[in-house]
T-cell receptor, first 113, second 115 residues
């Protein structure tokens, strides 16, 4: 069975500081990995995804994530955050092209000026 | 339509009543998912459809919950004899797996409050 663990429920950072949001997964088969973002009072939207190929994936708004198979991780990073990055971030995993997508419990990123 | 549409956007009901939540996916999307979002609980998988069939119903919390999809399009999530713990935002998402792109497109959700 697949599962996703987001180790931090909340991450406060100062504006222009770097940030890393952690995600670990478990799956017995090949995986597809995703990060979704939910801005305040908005619906969820895709930030980036790993399907195959390069393990370093770049997404929207300057975010990137690295797929690490040996550590079963897919951490999200941004070198310099902005106030507008304040949101909840969800990591998700899918085992194959035709299976359910499981989400983590989310990490709330709050940016301090 | 241009996006995933869910109705009602808000529903307040009394404990013990039945409720129906509707999802209209993006035209042509063959996969449809239902999730439940409770405060501090993230997104809880409920069920997903590929076409009209539901290969995985493992996330439905109890037999009070059921879902169907007709015509490979609209889906309805039904909760019978609602309980206060059913209060949450119910999210629907659709995708087109055959394209190779696994992106889920989410609706705005239906907020259910059980008094």
């Amino acid at each position: 069975a697949q599962s996703v663990t987001q180790l931090d429920s909340q991450v406060p950072v100062f504006e222009e500081a770097p940030v890393e949001l952690r995600c670990n997964y478990s799956s017995s088969v090949s995986v597809y990995l995703f990060w979704y973002v939910q801005y305040p009072n908005q619906g969820l939207q895709l930030l980036l995804k790993y399907l195959s190929g390069s393990t370093l994936v770049k997404g929207i708004n300057g975010f990137e994530a690295e797929f690490n198979k040996s550590q079963t991780s897919f951490h999200l990073r941004k070198p310099s955050v902005h106030i507008s990055d304040t949101a909840e971030y969800f990591c998700a995993v899918s085992g194959s092209s035709a299976s359910k997508i499981i989400f983590g419990s989310g990490t709330r990123l709050s940016i301090r000026p | 339509g241009a996006g995933v549409s869910q109705s009602p956007s808000n529903k307040v009901t009394e404990k013990g009543k039945d409720v129906e939540l509707r999802c209209d996916p993006i035209s042509g999307h063959t996969a449809l998912y239902w999730y439940r979002q409770s405060l501090g609980q993230g997104l809880e998988f409920l069920i997903y459809f590929q076409g009209n069939s539901a290969p995985d119903k493992s996330g439905l919390p109890s037999d009070r919950f059921s879902a169907e999809r007709t015509g490979g399009s609209v889906s309805t999530l039904t909760i019978q004899r609602t309980q206060q713990e059913d209060s949450a935002v119910y999210l629907c998402a659709s995708s087109f797996p055959a394209s190779g792109d696994r992106e889920l497109f989410f609706g705005e959700g239906s907020r259910l409050t059980v008094l």
